[in-house]
């Protein structure tokens, strides 16, 4: 099963598999163009204050696609931070097109489940690798042999 599209798309936590970023750039498309129309319109009308308006309406998806692409990261096991990478010319755009074709990391990572699910397996956070790691080493005596 698939994260549904249109949720967690202002967080910056979990992780998103590839048919639901995938989803969401598709979504996108009728979203921008909204805000394209309007700003088109307030530039033959010579409205700085419209055209200023109309750009606003891009922040809520400009935030909405890091957060998405951030969850996307993670899900491959990545850091939400190397969504940033999208901004260097050239390069982003290879990376923002390896984000619809690297697949996720199979069961749980650091990151949470796995979005498609089918796995109930949990990584165990350092401290808990540290504690079992404690408890398996016997305590040393006084007495060498």
């Known amino acids: 099963m698939s994260k549904p599209v249109t949720e967690d798309i202002f967080a910056f936590r979990g992780r998103r598999n590839r048919k639901s970023y995938l989803l969401f750039a598709l979504l996108l498309i009728p979203v921008l163009l909204v805000p394209a129309v309007f700003i088109a319109m307030a530039e033959a009308a010579q409205s700085a204050f419209l055209v200023f308006v109309g750009a606003l309406f891009f922040l809520p998806v400009i935030v909405s696609s890091w957060a998405v692409g ?4 993670r899900d491959f096991g990545w850091t939400g931070w190397a969504i940033l990478i999208s901004v260097v ?3 982003g755009m290879i990376f923002a097109l390896a984000l619809f074709v690297v697949p ?3 069961g749980a990572n650091r990151y949470g489940p796995d979005p498609l699910g089918g796995d109930d397996l949990r990584v165990p956070d350092l401290d808990s690798a540290r504690q079992m790691h404690r408890s398996s080493i016997p305590p040393s005596g006084g007495s060498r042999s």
């Open 104 to 106: 996720g990391t199979k």
């Open 89 to 91: 010319p050239i390069v």
């Open 70 to 73: 951030s969850q996307r990261c």
